[in-house]
Nanobody, 125 residues
Framework: QVQLVESGGGLVQAGGSLRLSCAAS????????MGWFRQAPGKDREFVAT????????YYADSVKGRFTISRDNAKNTVALQINSLKLDDTAVYYC??????????????????WGQGTQVTVSS
């Protein structure tokens, strides 16, 4: 049974930091690229970051480049998103996802097979 469970969200002031984590189970974790997406109220889900199966390649949305860092620990079946210099516009539900096995990196939601339930990040002024 495939599961992705996010944690680490919360309420934080602008300029602060958060570290989101996602625990995966139900498949060979190291065989797939992973990604983070987010969805703000009233907006479509948008790509944030992706990381190859071996952690050797990453790709970020322009809006988060330089502030967000995606990483993974294949021994622990986890993927993390370090978020620094938070802005009000970063308020959203953040989702981790596992890409289809044929992609080294994946920046489009349709490239993903599995999704978590999301964790809320709220940035206050």
């Amino acid at each position: 049974q495939v599961q992705l469970v996010e944690s680490g969200g919360g309420l934080v002031q602008a300029g602060g930091s958060l570290r989101l984590s996602c625990a995966a189970s139900g498949w060979t974790f190291s065989s797939r690229a992973m990604g983070w997406f987010r969805q703000a109220p009233g907006k479509d889900r948008e790509f944030v970051a992706t990381l190859s199966w071996d952690g050797g390649s990453t790709y970020y949305a322009d809006s988060v480049k330089g502030r967000f860092t995606i990483s993974r620990d294949n021994a622990k079946n986890t993927v993390a998103l370090q978020i620094n210099s938070l802005k009000l516009d970063d308020t959203a539900v953040y989702y981790c996802a596992a890409a289809a096995a044929r992609y080294r990196l994946a920046s489009v939601s349709t490239m993903y097979d599995y999704w978590g339930q999301g964790t809320q990040v709220t940035v206050s002024s």
